[in-house]
């Protein structure tokens, strides 16, 4: 009988490849676990030195500029707007947010505009 459970273990492994492993195992104590990494010095682990000049990434800020036409962004909520008022300027996603733009005096609607850098001064 002893020599059935012998044979059963050489054949099985002491560990199992689809069970998951341990904290402490995986870490033993005593041991440091994983440490974040700032941005410092993944840029240096990453050699940006060698890449070429011209190739875009995180340290060159010189990338072309993007091909996709920018978003329309409704000026009081900030959801995707379809629609803009033609008196004010003013984009807006849905018709009670149309209500409100209406509704709103001369210097909020301007002071919107502001924000999106497309004021209208008015003299």
Not at 73 to 98: Q, S
């Amino acid at each position: 009988m002893e020599k059935e459970v012998i044979q059963a273990e050489l054949v099985l492994p002491n560990k199992l490849s689809f069970k998951r492993v341990q904290m402490n195992e995986k870490y033993p104590k005593g041991q440091p676990r994983g440490r974040w990494k700032h941005l410092k010095q993944i840029i240096q682990a990453e050699n940006y030195q060698n890449y070429r000049p011209d190739e875009p990434n995180y340290v060159n800020i010189e990338s072309p500029p993007s091909m996709h036409p920018c978003k329309r962004i409704c000026d009081i909520t900030g959801y995707e707007a379809p629609y803009y008022d033609p008196r004010t300027n003013l984009r807006y996603a849905n018709a009670e947010i149309f209500k409100q733009i209406r509704s709103l005096p001369n210097e909020y609607v301007q002071r919107y505009l502001a924000l999106r850098n497309a004021a209208v001064v008015l003299k």
